[in-house]
């Protein structure tokens, strides 16, 4: 596609279950970040990809969190066993290098009930 | 201090009128980002600048790289551009880009 795409654009779970977000990043763009923002907050860095690797993962608020990426192209970030704080707008956004301009999703937002 | 300032926190306007939010920053950068986020929580990217002026509709964003400062101007203001309006920089380091962001403007346009 033209741009970043994330799905869900929404998503309802009850607390304790898994969910899975995936961003889908402009094609050959090497770098991948994922930020969340909760209500009433600002937003804030989660991990960081640079082809299919991880190098900085200091964002991932707990071992609930967890964010892979394969073939340099899709990420997924998992929540196990969601609680209600991990209601969040979830966003993705991609650059060609990890020095270059980015480009944003649209954001998935998750709400755990 | 936050290496992001935007101001006006909230903003309220009737509509048509012209509207400016600003952002200051105080890292260098490799870009800036306006981002609009609904109350329903989608983010939409609105622009990303290094240099001069965008103009999309009835959106014009603007940046002075030398004095670290850009501003987002919307004129003949509309209820449907009632959203928070949020201020991203790129600040390219050794290991990669980091995103600075600033606290969201939250603009309510009243018809």
């Known amino acids: 596609g033209a741009g970043v795409s994330q799905s869900p654009s929404n998503k309802v779970t009850e607390k304790g279950k898994d969910v899975e977000l995936r961003c889908d990043p402009i094609s050959g763009h090497t770098a991948l970040y994922w930020y969340r923002q909760r209500l009433g907050q600002g937003l804030e860095f989660l991990i960081y990809?640079?082809?299919?690797?991880?190098?900085?993962k200091s964002g991932l608020p707990s071992d609930r969190f967890s964010a892979e990426r394969t073939g340099e192209s899709v990420s997924t970030l998992t929540i196990q066993r969601t609680q209600q704080e991990d209601s969040a707008v979830y966003l993705c956004?991609?650059?060609?290098?990890?020095?270059?301009?980015?480009?944003f999703g649209q954001g998935t937002r998750l709400t755990v009930v | 201090k936050n290496e992001v300032e935007q101001s006006p926190q909230n903003l309220t306007a009737q509509e048509g009128e012209f509207i400016t939010i600003n952002c200051s920053y105080s890292v260098g950068i490799s870009a800036l980002h306006w981002l609009q986020q609904h109350p329903g929580g989608g983010i939409v990217s609105l622009f990303m600048?290094?240099?001069g002026k965008k103009k999309h509709g009835r959106l014009i964003a603007t940046i002075n790289i030398q004095e670290k400062h850009s501003s987002l101007h919307i004129t003949a203001s509309h209820p449907r551009d009632s959203a928070v309006y949020i201020c991203a920089v790129q600040n390219p380091k050794n290991t990669g880009n980091q995103f600075y962001f600033g606290t969201g403007t939250s603009l309510t346009v009243i018809p």
């Open positions: 956004a991609s650059s060609l290098t990890e020095y270059t301009e980015a480009f």
């Open positions: 600048l290094s240099s």
């Open positions: 990809f640079q082809g299919n690797s991880a190098p900085d």
